[in-house]
């Protein structure tokens, strides 16, 4: 398999573009750089094709906006059909009251909606809209959020106005005395406890206990379900785990990858956002709100997210079963319309290694997969394309088995450059 388009394409975008890419996580270095394709000229169904000719079984899923698969023509459709009518006006398009009124229909705290384009955009309004209500400032926040200041002022590598860092404290997932601490430390200063849930599923009771613990102390809870959304249940985490959140954004699954975000919540709260500026030129671009319309139809009508689930688990299992199969310590973990994966028994440098080796041989048997996961599963993964992804991965297993922990590993990787974060050990 040949990269030689991709690998000039991306030369040259190394100098036009900081970073080379737009999305932290698609530069290549996150990949396999060199040895795995950058550039893609089409995406279809489940499979893109780069742009050097190689057609792959894609798991990575755009980073996890494609439920329904590339291309899908209902929503194609949808798209065509409302650019015969227009992209934006002045006025407003009848779509953006059906998408607000769909959601509605199928999110289990969504009274009232308002419409953004990318999710760190949705959860900056989300903290705005909560610290309007309550008249409070600090957020306690677990996960990723976004790239507005808002949220990385509590890691700040730098640009945040340093002002911002005491507005926000992080929690970790799953440990409800660490939160109970931090509403001790902070009495009547909290507006909102934010999480979303990706990596593990919250221990019985946790969720509601969250809930319970922000009420009792006069603040709001709200549930990023940028990735959950339309994924874990067409209503989201918050129908898949039955609790009902004050407010919740999305993105990812809303629009099948047309950019689209949402907040939505109770009236009560939403409200408020009639008189903060909270406030876009694009907000009712009705193409992505046209997608999104026949997206949610579509997730309803052939109830999607049970199918996610159903071929996630096919994938998991046969994944961990050719691991083991091949004495490889790894497993496939999470929940399966989203699932992880990891090495076990590896330091960071070993873990670096079987990851560019693991990308590598999967691309070069035709299936892209990223360093983790998430293994973004679409309705488009048809049994015999997750067949196609298990056979390659039992043969890279079995090939990985014999050099696994030998100094010959290293000899086998063909990476250009490695993961920023990771820098050290390329
Ligand atoms: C849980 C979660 N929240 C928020 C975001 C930010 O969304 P965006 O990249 O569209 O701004 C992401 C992005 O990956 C995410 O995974």
Redesign the pocket.
Known sequence: MEFSRSLEMFSQARQLIPGGSQ?N?KRPQNFAYGVYPIYIERGLGCRVTDVDGNTFIDLVGA??PINLGYGYPRVNRAIEEQLGRGIVSGLLFPAELEAARLITEVVPCAEMVRFF???????AAAARIARKYTGRELILNC??????DV?TAARNDGGVPTALESSIRTFPFNDIEALERLFAEHKDQVAAVFL?I?HIEPKPGYLEAVIDLAHANGALFVM?????GFRLATGGAQEYFGVVPDMA?F??GIANGM?L?AVVGKAEVMREAENLLISITYGGEALSLAAAIATMSELREKKVTDYLWEIGRTLMNGLDNAAKKHGVPFECYGLPPMSLMRFRDVDAQGNQLVWGYFLQEMAARGVLMRRGGVNFVSYSHRPQDIAEVIAAADEVFANLAPLWGTPQLAEHVHILEFQTSFRSFA
């Open positions: 999305t996580s980073l996890g384009k990318g999710g760190g955009e949705a959860t996960g990723y959020r976004g790239w507005p949220w979303d990706l990023d379900e940028i990735v959950s954004c993105a990812k950019p975000s």
